[in-house]
């Protein structure tokens, strides 16, 4: 089952904060974290895994909450270069390759 | 860069017909994913391989197929084609397949059927 993304479109002023969020109704053990401008791939932004370890290459945080089986993540102080559309990927079994079925995306709109 | 090749880039043809995706992963990766993004389905996993053999399955139609070669390439063969089987086709690669792992996604293939 796919996951729930909110909000679905955010509109931030350069240096203003969001928060993504990214529900499961089942019990996850990791999550991805991608973003994706118009006409590209998706480019990789971080891994939140069960148990609370987290592998990221950009200067974006995110949380992992088992318990809700949630995910956040957090835009901080934005640039320009934030515009995109971030998608979440969630994988329910370890066991079971690294199959992500992916939330319906968050529009990200940085304006100067 | 991702280090991801996919080909061709674009291609356009008509309903009924058979085509091939190609993708190369990045060095050393031996898992490859392909996955499906259309406007009214987001981004939707076809199928993982792992060193020539296949390791998950997700949303694929049985007029798809693929495979993935000794030298670790892939194909995605789209057969029989409809209307709504235009989308931007995206393989990505990762080192082991496993959940930790990082999928990097080439830069696609926008395929148009009319």
């Known amino acids: 089952q796919q996951p729930v993304q909110s909000p679905q479109a955010v509109i931030l002023r350069e240096g203003e904060d969001a928060v993504i969020n990214c529900s499961s109704s089942?019990?996850?053990?990791?999550v991805h974290w991608y973003r994706q401008k118009h006409g590209e791939a998706p480019v990789f932004l971080m891994i939140?895994?069960?148990?609370?370890e987290q592998k990221g290459h950009e200067k974006i945080s995110a949380s992992f909450n088992e318990k809700k089986q949630q995910s956040s993540l957090y835009l901080t102080a934005s640039q320009l270069s934030y515009s995109g559309t971030y998608f979440c990927?969630?994988?329910?079994?370890?066991?079971?390759?690294?199959?992500?079925?992916f939330g319906g995306g968050t529009r990200v709109l940085v304006k100067p | 860069d991702s280090g991801v090749t996919q080909t061709p880039k674009h291609l356009i043809t008509a309903t009924g017909q058979r085509v091939t995706l190609r993708c190369s992963p990045r060095?050393?990766?031996?898992?490859v994913y392909w996955y499906q993004q259309s406007l009214d389905q987001g981004l939707q996993f076809l199928i993982q391989y792992y060193n020539g053999e296949e390791r998950a399955k997700g949303n694929i139609l049985e007029r798809f197929s693929a495979q993935q070669f000794p030298d670790l390439h892939s194909e995605l063969n789209l057969s029989s084609l409809e209307l709504g089987d235009s989308a931007l086709y995206f393989c990505?690669?990762?080192?082991?397949?496993?959940?930790?792992?990082?999928?990097?996604f080439g830069p696609g293939t926008r395929l148009t059927v009319l």
């Open positions: 089942k019990a996850l053990y990791s």
């Open positions: 990927g969630t994988e329910e079994d370890k066991a079971a390759g690294n199959k992500l079925t």
């Open positions: 939140l895994l069960k148990g609370g």
């Open positions: 990505a690669s990762s080192l082991t397949g496993r959940g930790t792992d990082t999928q990097y």
């Open positions: 060095s050393g990766d031996l898992s």
